[in-house]
């Protein structure tokens, strides 16, 4: 059964369900910008059948967690996830992000190494990985240049290198409805923050965990940066294996719900049993 709960933090809402066995081991897992939890639901059966106890949530400013509240970025967000899994008991965790939620997974094993069993990042880059010096000044203009873009503009390019298949983009189209404007604005701001600036992480940072990167084989989101640098990424870190999933654009997960289930529980099996 997928129960529905909540808790408020930073003046809003936030909205989480868990599956699965009491107790069994807890994987939480965090959506990709404008998105929602249904993005996850392909594979909660599979990891609910192994055992597993599946956390999803709406991060603030989506689905019912709106509307933002106090601010959103990725060290809030962050913080959002340790408070669910202190609410729900849970000392550690298996974490799944997807986009701007591989970023807050990051996020959150950097700053609480203890509470991470391991990690799986679906589509986002190096949160390590230092900026450059050109796109540090173009993110100084870019609030300005999104203050003079439609909300329909802001929908139309968010779903332009989304998924492979038309039914996720409709889901995807449906998603963003609840978002208003100014929080779609503070949201991508968020999210190109976590892509474009530097994260305070040591230049020598590694995960240290057991460690899945993956992105769909046609992934062309941010101009094809995820997959370009996927590769390097993995080569750094101590303990991580790298799948590229096929037939799948940047919802990897859920154009290829299949392909990355065996992944996972592949992984999960090997690694983390």
């Given at each position: 059964?997928?129960?529905?709960?909540?808790?408020?933090r930073l003046g809003t809402t936030l909205h989480y369900w868990l599956s699965g066995p009491d107790g069994g081991p807890v994987m939480a897992l965090a959506h990709g910008a404008t998105l929602d939890h249904h993005t996850f639901d392909a594979q909660i059966d599979p990891l609910v059948q192994k055992g597993y106890r599946v956390l999803t949530w709406d991060l603030r400013g989506h689905g019912k967690s709106t509307p933002i509240g106090e601010a959103i970025n990725i060290a809030i967000l962050a913080d959002d996830l340790k408070a669910i899994l202190d609410e729900i008991g849970a000392r550690e965790a298996i974490l799944v992000g997807h986009s701007f939620g591989g970023f807050i997974v990051q996020?959150?094993?950097?700053?609480?190494?203890?509470r991470v069993r391991g990690l799986?990042?679906?589509?986002?880059?190096?949160l390590a990985k230092k900026s450059s010096f050109w796109t540090r000044q173009l993110f100084r203009i870019f609030p300005g240049l999104l203050s003079r873009m439609s909300l329909d503009e802001f929908r139309r390019r968010t779903l332009e290198n989304l998924s492979l298949?038309?039914?996720i983009k409709e889901y995807a189209a449906q998603a963003m409805e609840v978002i208003s404007k100014d929080d779609f604005i503070a949201i991508t701001i968020a999210g190109i923050a976590a892509l474009w600036l530097d994260s305070g992480f040591a230049p020598d940072y590694a995960v240290r965990k057991p460690f899945l990167l993956t992105h769909g084989d046609q992934d062309r989101a941010n101009g094809n940066v995820y997959a370009k640098q996927a590769k390097a990424w993995a080569a750094r870190e101590p303990d991580c294996r790298y799948e590229v999933i096929?037939?799948?654009?940047h919802t990897a997960h859920m154009d290829n719900p299949a392909g990355f289930n065996k992944i996972l529980l592949n992984f999960l099996e090997s690694h983390l049993p």
């Open positions: 059964m997928n129960t529905q709960h909540s808790i408020t996020e959150f094993t950097h700053r609480f190494p203890e799986v990042v679906v589509g986002a880059t190096n298949t038309q039914p096929p037939n799948a654009g």
